[in-house]
């Protein structure tokens, strides 16, 4: 599925326009049918901090579990910011309501999970931030 933006732009784009905001998910046009994809971003250091490359390992992880497909991923050209775009699979709904309203509900989780792998990857139990539990932050 062409989309509308490469990941390489949206890594960039959330640099540029987003860097108050660590990690997230943003909803992305396709390009020719119109459909929807997740991106999903992080400015968070990605060439300079291990555990972000690890809260990406952790977030591709869950994605393929949900039976998500990764469309690409790309860095900003300083390599502090992230993206990956997935496909939402939202063809069952038949309306553009209905389409965009379980887009928005895909979002939500994969912005949730993003903040979960984070978690996990500056080791956070992962059995606690599963059940939704913050952890206590570590001196240090």
């Not at 039976?67 to 939202?90: K, T, Y």
């Not at 309203?101 to 999970?113: C, G, H, M, N, S």
């Amino acid at each position: 599925m062409p989309v509308s933006v490469t990941p390489v732009q949206m890594a960039t784009y959330v640099r540029q326009k987003c860097s108050s905001q660590e990690r997230g998910a943003l909803l992305v046009k396709g390009a020719a049918d119109g459909d929807l994809v997740v991106g999903v971003f992080g400015n968070d250091r990605y060439l300079f901090d291990k555990r972000v490359v690890r809260e990406v390992e952790l977030v591709r992880e869950w994605l393929t579990a949900a039976g998500a497909r990764e469309l690409g991923f790309g860095l900003s050209p300083d390599g502090h910011s992230w993206a990956m775009l997935v496909q939402i699979d939202n063809r069952r709904y038949h309306t553009v309501g209905g389409r965009l309203f379980y887009a928005e509900l895909v979002r939500i989780e994969v912005e949730e999970e993003v903040e979960r792998a984070w978690l996990v990857a500056c080791g956070a139990d992962p059995a606690a931030v599963s059940r939704g539990k913050r952890p206590e932050r570590r001196a240090g």
